[in-house]
């Protein structure tokens, strides 16, 4: 029980900032390279290392040495659904409670 409790919390701490959860959204599309990645998202490179960092230690997402850049990539591509399922349970109780559709993340 401790293991699940743990294993969740780091998912919070993953899901916890809008950027990241951006960073898998766009993950989820492609894998992708750092420099891609923060033009994506409009953010710095040392930001976006931040990021990958965190959602790296939570096992979410891994990366492929090529040459001297690396590839970024979900850790296991079931990621992209579960994301995608948690994120419309949680715009389906906005909606219920009249939450606004403009604080909807992009996916």
Known sequence: M???AAALARLGRALADPTRVQ???ALRDAP???ADLAERLA???QKLSNHLTVLRSSGLVTFVP???RSRYRLAVP???DAVAALLDTLLDLDIGRG???SSRLDP
């Open 23 to 25: 960073l898998l959204m």
């Open 78 to 80: 079931a990621v992209a």
């Open 99 to 101: 939450s606004s559709p």
């Open 66 to 68: 090529e040459g001297r």
């Open 32 to 34: 992708g390279y750092p």
């Open 2 to 4: 401790v293991g699940q």
């Open 43 to 45: 953010i710095t490179r």
